[in-house]
């Protein structure tokens, strides 16, 4: 058993909530775990085929079976993402979410930050971790998969697309999936965990906060007033700003990266929404 679509990236910009909301429509299947990353990662496809194809045996017999793993569109980190796919699947409907590129790198350092890759501040960062750069160059990440599936079996949206009218943009997927019943936007769902992002985490983090004995023992012994110290210690209390240097930097990098997805989806909306910066006239 194999997906019928596969939702490729990219990191930050919404593809949680779009798998998300696609599982919860009648007659799509989503994996759990949501991001098997099996084409991607070498100790994941170490596993073997039997085991990714085990993730999709729960589907129902009729229903549209999905995957998301962001991990696929990250060149250079993960080289042999296509290559394994060619091999594996048969025709795959993929899936591509962009967002500005501007942002999601400054997202892409905050979920760094959090998780405690990165201790540095954004302007260090940007000079140092080109991936918070590489994985927002949408033409170069997605170029691999026309070449491979075809640009007609790729779908692309955006997270812009989806804040402005979150159903509309759901039915489109919807409808490129050939799912022909009705759909619905769970707003409820989409709320959750957006914050999380902002806390920091640490080793040995789920451990000490996110197992239950844990928390009831901290909740019992610890006051609330320290409690919430030690949060907002975790916490990005603001979003950073990168200086208008690197901005300049940044924009000229992604305009011209920007020509390879026009030449892909020459009248697609998210040359527009996604790129603000750039001046077509």
Not at 12 to 29: E, H, M, P, V
Not at 42 to 71: C, M, V, W
Not at 95 to 121: C, F, K, L
Not at 180 to 204: D, L, T, Y
């Amino acid at each position: 058993m194999q997906p019928d679509f596969v939702i490729i990236g990219a990191m930050k910009c919404g593809t949680s909530t779009l798998a998300t909301q696609l599982g919860q429509q009648d007659g799509i299947f989503m994996t759990d775990p949501k991001e098997p990353n099996f084409f991607s990662d070498n100790d994941q496809y170490a596993r073997g085929r039997e085991y990714y194809q085990e993730l999709f045996t729960p589907a129902l017999p009729n229903d549209i079976k999905g995957e998301a793993s962001t991990h696929y569109t990250k060149l250079p980190t993960y080289p042999e993402t296509v290559s394994r796919m060619i091999a594996a699947l048969d025709q795959p409907k993929l899936i591509y979410m962009v967002r500005n590129p501007i942002a999601r790198a400054v997202s892409h350092y905050i979920h760094e930050w959090s998780t405690g890759v990165i201790q540095s501040d954004i302007e260090t960062a940007l000079e140092n971790d080109a991936e918070l750069v590489d994985y927002g160059c949408y033409g170069r990440q997605i170029m691999p998969f026309v070449t491979a599936f075809g640009a007609e079996n790729i779908y692309l949206t955006s997270l812009e697309e989806v804040q402005a009218d979150p159903q509309t943009a759901l039915a489109g997927v919807c409808r490129f999936l050939g799912h022909e019943s009705a759909v619905k936007w769970h707003e409820e769902q989409a709320q959750m965990n957006r914050s999380a992002e902002r806390i920091r985490k640490f080793p040995m983090h789920g451990l000490l906060f996110d197992n239950p004995v844990a928390r009831a023992a901290r909740r019992a012994l610890v006051p609330q007033r320290l409690r919430d110290k030690i949060k907002q210690s975790r916490q990005m209390s603001d979003r950073p700003e990168m200086s208008e240097q690197s901005k300049v930097r940044l924009q000229g990098i992604f305009a011209k990266d920007r020509e390879i997805l026009a030449g892909i989806f020459p009248t697609h909306s998210a040359l527009q929404l996604c790129y603000p910066f750039v001046d077509d006239e």
